[in-house]
């Protein structure tokens, strides 16, 4: 059995993306290569299962952000399938959001879309090859996600004493809010002080709005 890729057999590419015009430009760049095939195009997520598990794919090409189904969704089933086809993703945006849910899912690679394409070529026989494929922009957000330290975790109780506090109440009007007591008040706080590395309750309050545990 020739590998796939290696020119006596084609890869067969789906293209998805909900740009007719980009589906357009990629088609045409990838029919250049005698090693690849495209088999089918696809405007969102829900339409690209559907032809994934029809055509059975080497390689899908997704876009991430489309209508009816994202391709992070889209990737997840995909991946999930019993002939599950290798998955690249190929958009123009590189927030950590993105690119995490993205490899959550189980793509295979994450590129940009302005990669030479050369690269993008390299990137799907790689990808058909199992290789995991990222831009160098997307590993070092990866990188730096990795190194960031974990936000803090606040229990319930926490989080509902420290929102009552950014409201400007004591800790005997928060007690009262809650129904506990004022010395439990404390208590809960000098835990979430501990956790968010503070000593006071101003302090408190800002750090827990800037890791996005409480809103003002």
Do not use: C
């Amino acid at each position: 059995m020739s590998e796939p890729g290696s020119g006596q057999t084609p890869l067969r590419l789906l293209v998805v993306d909900d740009h007719p015009v980009v589906r357009m430009g990629l088609v045409a760049m990838l029919s250049e290569h005698p090693d690849f095939e495209v088999v089918g195009e696809a405007q969102d997520g829900a339409e690209a299962v559907v032809l994934a598990a029809r055509l059975t794919p080497d390689v899908v090409l997704m876009d991430l952000r489309m209508p009816v189904m994202d391709g992070a969704d889209a990737t997840a089933r995909m991946r999930a399938a019993e002939r599950a086809p290798a998955v690249l993703v190929l958009t123009t945006y590189d927030t950590d959001a993105d690119i995490v849910r993205a490899v959550e899912a189980g793509a295979n690679g994450y590129l940009l879309k302005d990669a030479p394409r050369e690269t993008l070529a390299d990137a799907i026989r790689r990808a058909a090859r199992g290789e995991t494929v990222l831009a160098p922009p997307v590993v070092a957000r990866l990188a730096s996600r990795l190194r960031a330290p974990a936000a803090p975790t606040l229990t319930d109780r926490e989080t509902e004493v420290l929102r009552w506090v950014a409201k400007g109440l004591s800790n005997a009007e928060v007690g009262r809010e809650l129904h506990i007591g004022e010395a439990t008040v404390k208590t809960h706080l000098l835990r979430t002080f501990e956790k968010l590395g503070v000593t006071d309750r101003t302090a408190a309050v800002t750090a827990a709005y800037r890791a996005g545990l409480i809103e003002l």
